[in-house]
C-alpha cells in the first residue's frame, strides 16, 4: 500500500513537470505570447485584449503560472479561440469515438499477442510469426491503414471508408491501430516466455509431471507478462499518437482531428489542453501498471 | 551442471536477411548522398503520363503531377534519413550527456533527473511533436527537434542504469587497488563500457525516429511539397489510392524496408557485441 | 527384488556435445546412490534423463533404461509426466530459483497433488520435512524464506506425490555448512523411511554420510564406484584421488613461521547501516607474510571486514592501519600511494575484469611486462590477446592471482576466491596462493566459508558469527579443541569422508 502511495506521489511530481514544460513550451515560443495564442486566427485589438484579460497576462509571470496549474489542477483548459467554446467541451464531445478505437485497438491488439506468443512455440511457426511482427513493427500504421483501406474497402467492399457509425467502422482503424501494438508485445512476450522457460523453476515444474502447456500458462506466462506491463505507458503513447494518425486514414471524428486542427490553425489552448490531459493520462495508466505488477510480483511487496 | 539448462544455442542470426539489410542500407545511404547518381529529375512534372503503373520507363510508374515515383523515392531517402540522423543525433547527446549525469551524481541530483526524463516522456512522441510544430510552425527543423526531445528520455534512461551497473561492477571497484582516481575510473572504466552499446541502441532508434517523421510529414508537418517526402509522398498519393496503388504504397515500403534493415542489421550487432562482451 | 531404476550403456549427445558416454549403472529399491563429479562430467544430464528431462537438444540412446520395471526408451511424453512426481521427484539447487518465485511454496506443493490426483495436504507436508508454522508458511513466497527452509519446501513438492525414489542435483551447494548439515539431515530420515535417493554432487564428503554407493563420474563416463569408504581408501583413478583429498580436512603440509612485524591491523571495527550493526567489536591483526583465516556462514560479516580492510567501506567504529600508517578515516587521496600494496581477489574473477580489455591490457595495468607473472601462475603467452570470457574458470582465478602479486603487494584480502571453482582446480590454486607467500613473504586474509581449505592454507584463524569474531587462535589449536560453541557446531556440520569411514 505505502508503495503504491509512494507510486502516485511520483506521478504528481511527474504531472507536475510535464504541465509546467509544456506551459515553458508556450512561454519559450518566438515571439508574444499573444500571438502564439491567436495563432493564425483573427488579429484585432478587441480580440488581444480579450486575450490578456482571460489569461491575465497583466499578472506577474508567477502568478500567470500559478493560476494555469490551479485551473489545470480543477479542468478548467480554457477557451478555444478558433471554435470560441471551452476547450473541456470541445474535447468532452471528441473523446468517445477515440476512446472507442483505443480500447477496442488494445484489447485487440493485447489478445493477438497473447495467442500469438503462447501457441508459436514451434520453430517454423515461430519464425514465421517473428517476420511478420518485424514487418508490422517496421511499417508506418498509416500505410497498414491505406492498404486494409483499398484491399476490404475499395476491393471488397466489406467496410466503410470513413465515419464512426456502428461496429463496422470501427474494425479497419482498430485493426490498423492494433497491429504494430501486437508486433512490439509479441516479440516483447515470446521473449519473457523464452527465458522464463530455461529457469530452474520451469525444469521443476516439468519434474511434477506437468504438460508443457500448463508449465507455459500456469508458470512462464506471468513471469512473461511482467516486462510486458512495463510497456503499458509506451502503450498509451503508441494508442493516442496512432490515433491521431488513424482517424486522419479513416476519417473518422476524434481527439485526434481536433488536436490535428488545432494546430494546423495555431489553437493553442487546444493544444496544450490535449498534450497535457495525455500527461495526465499516462501519468495514471502508469501508475495503474506499477500496482499490477506489484499484483503479479510478490518479490516487489514489503510485507 | 547447467548444461541440460540451458537452451541450444539456436543459429538465428539469419545471415541472409542480414546481408539483405546491409545491401539495402548502403544503396539508401547512397541514395541519400548522390541522388543523381541513381534517379532523375523528381520534381520533374510530365502532364502526359499521369498516373501510370510501374513499367520499364517508369519502374515505380507516375503520380498524380506525372512525376517518377521511383525518382522521387530516391531523393526522399535523402530527407528521411537526414531528419532521423539528426533526430537521433540530438536525442544521443543529450541523451548520453543527462544519463551520465544522473548515473554519476548522488542521490538528489538523479532523483530530479530521472523524475524530468519521467516527465517529458509522459507526452506521447507524437503529441510532443505537434505542440512544438503548433508553436513554431511545420518543416524539417521542427521534426527533428521534436522526435529528438521526444526520444531523449529512452537514451538517458539507458545510459543512467548502465552507469550504475558499471559503476558497481567488479572491476572498477578493484581498479581502486592499482590507486586509481575518481577521473580516471570515469575515463578508462565507465565510459568505454557505458558507451558500447549505444551505436547500436542508436542504429534501432533511426529506424524509430524515421518512422516517426513519415508519421508527421504524412501529416503535413514536415517538409512542403512538392519536396519528396516519404511520408508526404504517402499521403498526396492517398488520394488516387483506387487508381494508383503505386503513389502511395510503393513509397511506403521504401519506409518499411529502411526500418526493417535497420532494426535487423542493429538487432545482428547487437548479439554479436553480447556475444563478445 | 528387482531394482528401482536399471541403466546400461547410456549415452546422450546435444549436437557435438557428448555429455554422457555409455555409462551403466543401478538403483535398489530403499538404497543411495551417489553421482559425483565436476561441472560438465554429466552427472547432471544424467539425473535428468531419468526424469526425460535431458533438455531440448538431447538425444538420447541406451541398451537398457528401466524404471519400475517398465523400459522407458519408448516412453512418450504422457508416460513421462507420469513418471515425473510420481515415479521420481526432482530437487535442484538453490530452491530461490528452482521454485516459481511468483507462486506461493504452498500453490507449488499443491500443484502436484493435484496434478497426480493424490490427496495430501501442503501443511502436512511441509510439517513432514519440518518446516515450523506450516501453515503461515504455506502461503509464502520463496524469497520469504531462508535458504534452508525454501529448500525444504522444495522436498516437500517433490515428495508430495509419495514417489518411491527421489533424485536430489546438489540440493545443498547453495546452503550454509550448519543448514547443509541439517537438510542432509532431512535426506537422511527419508532414506530410513524407506525411499530410495539418488544424490548429484560435486563435493565427496556431502555425499559420504548418506550414499551406499559413490559412482564417480568424469568427461561423460563412470571411472570408478563404490562406498565412500572404499573410495577414501584405495582409490584407484587420479580424478578419484583428487575428490578424496579435497574432501579431507587436509593437515597442512609444512608451517612456515610469520616474520614480525604487523602488516594490518583492525581494531573495535564496528559497521552499522540504519540500525542494523553488520559487524562489531572486530579485532584482527595481519603479520608480514601470514596466512590469516576468516571464517564465517553467509551474513556473519565477514565480506564486510574485508571490504573495510580494503578500503571500500568506512568504519561506523574502530580504526584500521595499514602499512604503518592510519588507512581508515582518511581521504582516498591518502590512501592512494599504498594501494598498490594491498591486493583484492574475489570469488568471481570475471566480474572483476573489465570485459573490453584483453588479458595483456588487465595484467598490463599493474604491471608493464605481464608475461613472467603469468608464467609464474602456471599460463603461457597465449592466453595474453584473449578476453576474460574466453577464459576457464580456472585461467580467470590465474589471471587474477598474476594481477594481485604484480605490484608486489605485502597483503592480498582473497573473498572466497576458490568457491566457484572445480575440485581438482581449487586445489591447484591453493597450491599457487601457498607458494606465493613462501616466496615473496606476501601475506594473506583468506576469507571463506569451507573449513578444509582454510586449515589447508592458514596459519591463524578467526571464525565469525553475527558480526562479531567468536574464536581466534591457531589453526591446529582451533580445529583440534574449538573453544566455542558456534566453532564447534560448525566443526561437526562440516562433512567429512572421515565420518563415513568404517
Not at chain 3, 267 to 295: M, P, S, W
Request: charged share 20%; glycine share 10%.
Amino acid at each position: 500500500m505505502r508503495a503504491v502511495l509512494r507510486r502516485a506521489g511520483s506521478g504528481l511530481i511527474v504531472l507536475w513537470a510535464a504541465a509546467t514544460a509544456a506551459y515553458l513550451a508556450l512561454l519559450a515560443a518566438p515571439g508574444d505570447t499573444v500571438d502564439s495564442i491567436i495563432g493564425d486566427g483573427a488579429d484585432t485589438p478587441l480580440i488581444r485584449s480579450q486575450i490578456i484579460q482571460e489569461w491575465g497576462l497583466d499578472r506577474p509571470a508567477v502568478v500567470q503560472y500559478l493560476d494555469y496549474l490551479w485551473r489545470a489542477a480543477h479542468g478548467d483548459l480554457g477557451r478555444s479561440y478558433l471554435l470560441q467554446r471551452p476547450v473541456r467541451d470541445v474535447i468532452g464531445e471528441q473523446l468517445t469515438p477515440t476512446l472507442e478505437l483505443a480500447v477496442a485497438a488494445a484489447a485487440l491488439g493485447v489478445l493477438i499477442a497473447l495467442v500469438l506468443a503462447v501457441t508459436t512455440r514451434r520453430a517454423w511457426a515461430r519464425r514465421t510469426s517473428s517476420t511478420t511482427e518485424l514487418v508490422l513493427v517496421s511499417t508506418p500504421p498509416f500505410l497498414i491503414g491505406i492498404v486494409l483501406l483499398s484491399v476490404f474497402s475499395f476491393r471488397f467492399g466489406w467496410f466503410p471508408v470513413s465515419g464512426d457509425r456502428g461496429v463496422a467502422a470501427l474494425i479497419l482503424p482498430a485493426v490498423t491501430l492494433a497491429l504494430p501494438i501486437a508486433g512490439v508485445l509479441t516479440q516483447v512476450l515470446r521473449d519473457g516466455l523464452d527465458r522464463a522457460l530455461s529457469e530452474p523453476f520451469a525444469v521443476t515444474a516439468r519434474s511434477r509431471g506437468l504438460a508443457e502447456n500448463a508449465v507455459l500458462i500456469r508458470h512462464a506466462l506471468r513471469h512473461a507478462l511482467l516486462p510486458a506491463v512495463t510497456l503499458t505507458g509506451w502503450l498509451f503513447g503508441v494508442l493516442l499518437g496512432g490515433a491521431v494518425i488513424v482517424e486522419q486514414v479513416f476519417g473518422r471524428p476524434g481527439l485526434g482531428q481536433v488536436t490535428l486542427a488545432a494546430v494546423n490553425s495555431k489553437d493553442m489552448p487546444v493544444v496544450l489542453a490535449v498534450v497535457v490531459l495525455s500527461a495526465f493520462v499516462y501519468v495514471l495508466i502508469n501508475t495503474l501498471a506499477d500496482v499490477v505488477y506489484l499484483a503479479i510480483d510478490p518479490r516487489l511487496r514489503r510485507s | 551442471m547447467t548444461l541440460a539448462l540451458e537452451r541450444p544455442v539456436v543459429l538465428r542470426p539469419r545471415r541472409p536477411g542480414v546481408a539483405a539489410a546491409s545491401v539495402f542500407l548502403a544503396v539508401a545511404l547512397l541514395a541519400a548522398l548522390w541522388p543523381g547518381l541513381l534517379a532523375a529529375d523528381p520534381l520533374a512534372a510530365d502532364p502526359f503520363h499521369v498516373l501510370e503503373a510501374p513499367s520499364a520507363a517508369h519502374w515505380f510508374g507516375t503520380d498524380q503531377l506525372g512525376r517518377d515515383v521511383f525518382d522521387r523515392v530516391v531523393h526522399g531517402a535523402r530527407h528521411s534519413l537526414a531528419i532521423g540522423l539528426a533526430a537521433v543525433g540530438i536525442a544521443v547527446f543529450a541523451g548520453v550527456l543527462l544519463g551520465l549525469l544522473a548515473g554519476l551524481s548522488h542521490r538528489f541530483a538523479d532523483e530530479a533527473l530521472s523524475r524530468s526524463f519521467d516527465a517529458l516522456s509522459a507526452f506521447p512522441l507524437l503529441l510532443l511533436a505537434l505542440l512544438f510544430i503548433a508553436i513554431t510552425g511545420p518543416g524539417s527543423v521542427s521534426l527533428v527537434v521534436a522526435i529528438g526531445l521526444a526520444t531523449l528520455p529512452t537514451y538517458a534512461r539507458v545510459i543512467r542504469t548502465q552507469t550504475f551497473v558499471v559503476r558497481r561492477a567488479g572491476y572498477v571497484t578493484e581498479a581502486v587497488a592499482f590507486g586509481a582516481s575518481r577521473a580516471r575510473l570515469v575515463l578508462r572504466h565507465v565510459l568505454p563500457n557505458v558507451l558500447g552499446p549505444l551505436p547500436i541502441l542508436a542504429m534501432i532508434g533511426l529506424g524509430e525516429a524515421i518512422l516517426a517523421a513519415a508519421g508527421l510529414s504524412f501529416l503535413g508537418m514536415g517538409p512542403q511539397p512538392p519536396s519528396p517526402e516519404w511520408g508526404a509522398m504517402i499521403s498526396e498519393g492517398r488520394g488516387y489510392l483506387r487508381i494508383a496503388w503505386w503513389a502511395s504504397v510503393l513509397p511506403g515500403m521504401a519506409v518499411t524496408l529502411t526500418v526493417i534493415s535497420l532494426t535487423v542489421a542493429g538487432r545482428y550487432l547487437q548479439r554479436r557485441f553480447e556475444g563478445r562482451a | 527384488m528387482s531394482a528401482l531404476v536399471e541403466v546400461e550403456d547410456l549415452h546422450v549427445t546435444f549436437g557435438d556435445v557428448q555429455a554422457v558416454r555409455g555409462i551403466s549403472f543401478a538403483v535398489e529399491p530403499g538404497e543411495c546412490v551417489a553421482i559425483v563429479g565436476e561441472s560438465g562430467s554429466g552427472k547432471s544430464v544424467t539425473a535428468r534423463t531419468l526424469v526425460g528431462l535431458a533438455g531440448p537438444g538431447a538425444e538420447v540412446r541406451a541398451a537398457a533404461l528401466t524404471l519400475d520395471g517398465r523400459d522407458a526408451r519408448g516412453f512418450a511424453e504422457r508416460d513421462w509426466r507420469r513418471v515425473r512426481g510420481g515415479f521420481a521427484g526432482l530437487v535442484l539447487q538453490d530452491a530461490l530459483v528452482s521454485l516459481d518465485p511468483l507462486r506461493s511454496i504452498g500453490a507449488e506443493i499443491g500443484e502436484v497433488l493435484r496434478e497426480h490426483q493424490v490427496d495430501g495436504e501442503v501443511v502436512r507436508l511441509l510439517a513432514d520435512v519440518h518446516v515450523p508454522e506450516p501453515e503461515r508458511r504455506a502461503k509464502q513466497y520463496p524469497h520469504q524464506l531462508s535458504g534452508g527452509l525454501r529448500q525444504r519446501a522444495l522436498i516437500a513438492s517433490a515428495i508430495a506425490a509419495s514417489p518411491p525414489l527421489l533424485i536430489a542435483d546438489e540440493p545443498t551447494t547453495a546452503l550454509d555448512v550448519t543448514v547443509q548439515a541439517r537438510i542432509l539431515g532431512l535426506l537422511g530420515e527419508l532414506k530410513e523411511a524407506g525411499r530410495t535417493l539418488l544424490l548429484i554432487s560435486h563435493d565427496l564428503a556431502v555425499v559420504a554420510k548418506l550414499a551406499d554407493r559413490v559412482l564417480v563420474m568424469k568427461d561423460g563416463q563412470i571411472v570408478e564406484s563404490g562406498t565412500a569408504g572404499m573410495l577414501r581408501a584405495g582409490a584407484r583413478h587420479p580424478y578419484t584421488k583428487q575428490l578424496v583429498a579435497a574432501a579431507e580436512l587436509h593437515p597442512r603440509a609444512a608451517t612456515k613461521r610469520p616474520s614480525t612485524g604487523v602488516v594490518a591491523e583492525v581494531r573495535g571495527f564496528r559497521k552499522d547501516y540504519g540500525r542494523h550493526t553488520v559487524a562489531r567489536d572486530v579485532d584482527l591483526t595481519v603479520h608480514r607474510g601470514e596466512i590469516v583465516g576468516l571464517v564465517g556462514e553467509s551474513g556473519s560479516g565477514k565480506t564486510t571486514v574485508a571490504h573495510a580492510l580494503f578500503g571500500l567501506v568506512e568504519p561506523t567504529a574502530g580504526e584500521i592501519t595499514f602499512e604503518d600508517g592510519p588507512w581508515s578515516g582518511v581521504p582516498e587521496r591518502r590512501r592512494r600511494p599504498r594501494r598498490r600494496k594491498l591486493q583484492l581477489i574475489s570469488q568471481d574473477p570475471l566480474s572483476s575484469f573489465d570485459p573490453r580489455w584483453t588479458v595483456r591490457r588487465i595484467v598490463g595495468e599493474a604491471t608493464g611486462t605481464p608475461l613472467p607473472f603469468l608464467e609464474r601462475v602456471g599460463l603461457t603467452a597465449d592466453v595474453l590477446d584473449r578476453y576474460p570470457r574466453q577464459l576457464s574458470g580456472g585461467q580467470r582465478q590465474r589471471v587474477a592471482i598474476a594481477r594481485a602479486i604484480a605490484p608486489r603487494p605485502s597483503l592480498i584480502v582473497c573473498d572466497e576466491p576458490v568457491s566457484a571453482l572445480d575440485v581438482s582446480v581449487q586445489a591447484q590454486v591453493l597450491g599457487l596462493l601457498a607458494g606465493i607467500r613462501a616466496e615473496d613473504g606476501t601475506a594473506l586474509l583468506f576469507i571463506s566459508h569451507d573449513l578444509a581449505v582454510i586449515r589447508h592454507l592458514a596459519d591463524r584463524v578467526l571464525v565469525m558469527k553475527d558480526g562479531a569474531v567468536v574464536e581466534e587462535g591457531p589453526v591446529e589449536r582451533v580445529f583440534a579443541a574449538p573453544e566455542h560453541e558456534y566453532t564447534r557446531a560448525l566443526l561437526a556440520a562440516a562433512p567429512t569422508l572421515e565420518v563415513a569411514a568404517p
